[in-house]
């Protein structure tokens, strides 16, 4: 053997195959994604593992961080969120069978968003001379990138989503409303991303472990004492003053069934003499704005009952109303018309004080076309403010009608019956994170599932469990006029994230377009 070909041989034995480089490259980070995908699914229910909010995008961030081409960043994002789906929505199997995936990749598309500007920018930071300005910048620019496309998915598109939000993480906790008042449910995910791209920017700093161990010990020094007074006991109280200050509602959980079941259990609840009732979503399916004899009918209900009834109904309109092409269509389809999805509020004396049309109806089912006011009704126990189930899913709808001076919420809501109590437990929380945000007390009444009176603290403290099916509660609420930072001016966060995500944008294409100049030259 002569020596060129003894200096060849080890060199043709150590270069790995394709199959290895796979499993060390996209291998990895694909195995890393799914992880992550997993561990954040851990936080919400049905595990709801809340702590792993603080560390669960690590493996995701980092595969993010490892990918050779921006692209590659983007299409794991993709996996990240079907995954994630998978895991907290897997109740949507049973609606749309097969097709789930489908709906599991239009709901994760806007995070590809994410995975493109999160690999840019550290792809534009590896580059500075100064390692300690580039991490600052990446943790900098993470929540704020992060936040952006959390808005656009949850409010920003036509197809937005708002459930699986990772601020509603801490809504599990037994003091998760200390945090929602003051920064809301964005601000917790802003929080949650920061946490995470802070840890990861410190374990990948290039310096010795005696700096990072002190970095680590310092954040841990302000997120464990904060997680165990998150989830410190506390006991579930009404508000103080309340029995003298405040007014007792009645909430009523039933299925879509007759007129005849509703005005029995609004006789029941009429005899410890509250000052309003709600009855859910879709109460009745008919059109008493349309009907003379039914409204009739309901203004009676509200006259013997001696109260203000908030029920949910359908309203005819006119079929030149415009809405998108997907509503339309399934509207006419299974209804023969288009329709409002209405709450109707009648006053103790009969007089109808005013309507309510569902601004979100859920996309891809019949649902009614979106309505584009937030009124609120003036009473004698205060100003009401009312969403229809879906709609208090978004944040906007719930700081729109405190805004405009709600003092109490009343939330009709149709959750089916057959829903798992997956989805229950998922939309229960929701209201309590909405509760605490807005500082006000939101009465919902549900068709089945959790029927909720909630104080503005984010605690349950009359409830009608899945359990028992058809039913009713009272409770006692007090009108609130005070507003929480958050209502105050917190809530512009992730509008304020948007614009510096999309400045930053331009201003990373423009620097990319000058190079291509410069180097073309």
């Known amino acids: 053997m002569t020596t060129l070909e003894a200096t060849r041989q080890p060199q043709e034995i150590s270069t790995p195959s394709k199959v290895d480089a796979f499993v060390r490259g996209a291998g990895l980070n694909i195995l890393l994604t799914i992880m992550a995908g997993m561990l954040a699914s851990f936080m919400l229910p049905p595990r709801e593992v809340w702590w792993f909010a603080w560390l669960d995008l690590l493996p995701l961030l980092f595969a993010l961080r490892r990918t050779a081409t921006v692209r590659a960043a983007g299409w794991l994002m993709l996996l990240f969120g079907i995954v994630f789906f998978f895991g907290t929505l897997s109740w949507m199997r049973a609606i749309f069978g097969s097709s789930v995936i489908g709906v599991y990749v239009l709901a994760a598309l806007p995070w590809v968003l994410f995975g493109l500007a999160y690999r840019a920018m550290v792809g534009e930071a590896d580059g500075w001379r ?45 003091r998760g409303g200390a945090l929602y008042p003051f920064i809301g449910v964005y601000g917790v995910s802003f929080l949650i991303m920061f946490v995470n791209a802070l840890l990861l920017e410190i374990i990948a700093a290039r310096t010795r472990w005696t700096p990072k161990l002190l970095a680590v010990g310092l954040t841990a020094a302000i997120v464990i004492p904060l997680s165990l007074y998150l989830n410190a006991p506390i006991g579930i109280r009404n508000e103080p003053g309340e029995r003298t200050a405040g007014f007792r509602v009645g909430i009523i959980q039933q299925e879509v069934g007759s007129l005849r079941d509703l005005r029995e259990q609004t006789a029941v609840l009429a005899r410890h003499h509250p000052k309003l009732i709600v009855w859910p979503e879709y109460a009745l399916v008919d059109y008493p704005l349309s009907d003379p004899k039914l409204l009739a009918e309901l203004q009676d209900i509200a006259r013997a009952a001696r109260c203000t009834l908030v029920l949910g109904c359908k309203e005819h309109l006119p079929d030149n109303t415009r809405v998108d092409w997907l509503r339309r269509h399934a509207m006419l389809s299974l209804d023969g018309a288009l329709f409002g999805n209405t709450a109707l509020i009648i006053g103790p004396d009969g007089t109808v004080l005013g309507k309510y049309h569902k601004t979100h109806p859920i996309q891809f089912f019949s649902d009614g076309v979106p309505g584009r006011a937030y009124p609120t009704f003036p009473t004698e126990v205060g100003r009401l403010g009312v969403a229809i189930c879906y709609d208090f899913d978004f944040a906007a709808d719930a700081l729109t009608l405190v805004r405009n001076g709600a003092e109490v919420l009343f939330v009709p809501t149709f959750d089916s019956y057959d829903w798992t109590p997956l989805q229950h437990r998922q939309h229960a929380l929701m ?13 919902r009444a549900t068709s089945s599932g959790d029927s909720q009176v909630i104080n ?50 331009v201003g990373f294409l423009a620097l990319a377009i000058a190079r291509r100049f410069r180097h073309s030259a």
């Open 456 to 505: 503005p603290s984010g605690f349950s403290v009359a409830t009608i469990p899945t359990s028992e099916g058809q039913g009713s509660a009272l409770g006692q609420v007090v009108a609130q006029q005070t507003m929480t930072p958050y209502v105050r001016g917190v809530y512009r966060l992730p509008h304020l994230c948007l614009a510096l995500a999309l400045l930053w944008a």
């Open 130 to 174: 100064s390692r300690w300005l580039a991490g600052v910048a990446v943790v900098a620019l993470a929540p704020v990138c992060w936040l952006a496309v959390e808005w656009i998915r949850c409010e920003g598109w036509y197809f937005q989503f708002s459930w699986a939000q990772f601020g509603f993480a801490f809504a599990s906790c037994r």
């Open 431 to 443: 209201a309590l994170a909405r509760a605490a945000e807005t500082g006000r007390w939101v009465v």
